[in-house]
Nanobody, 126 residues
Framework: EVQLVGSGGGLVQAGGSLRLSCAAS????????IGWFRQAPGKERGGGSC????????YYADSVKGRFTISSDNAKNTVYLQMNSLKPEDTAVYYC???????????????????WGQGTQVTVSS
């Protein structure tokens, strides 16, 4: 059974930084793509950052490119999302997600990912 446990959210001032962690279990980590998506009230889930555990290739939505960095520690089956230069519009619940890398056709699309963690709240104050 795929399990994803996200953590690291919190309250930060604009311009600050946070690091989210996603601990994964129940699948062969190297075969999967892991993503972080976010959802603000009344909005669709999006703003994704994605990493392929097999080769480390990454993808970022335009809204976070240059500010967020996704990385993985394959020995720990953990994916991190380093978020810098945070803005109030980054406020959302952040979810980690996993899918077999051959089943992810568009890393920006949350619907391509079949397994989800419980979400962690990130609040950026102005």
């Amino acid at each position: 059974e795929v399990q994803l446990v996200g953590s690291g959210g919190g309250l930060v001032q604009a311009g600050g930084s946070l690091r989210l962690s996603c601990a994964a279990s129940g699948f062969t980590f190297d075969d999967y793509a892991i993503g972080w998506f976010r959802q603000a009230p009344g909005k669709e889930r999006g703003g994704g950052s994605c990493i392929s555990s097999s080769d480390g290739s990454t993808y970022y939505a335009d809204s976070v490119k240059g500010r967020f960095t996704i990385s993985s520690d394959n020995a720990k089956n953990t994916v991190y999302l380093q978020m810098n230069s945070l803005k109030p519009e980054d406020t959302a619940v952040y979810y980690c997600a996993a899918e077999h890398r051959h089943m992810v056709f568009s890393p920006s699309r949350a619907a391509d990912f079949g397994s989800w963690g419980q979400g962690t709240q990130v609040t950026v104050s102005s």
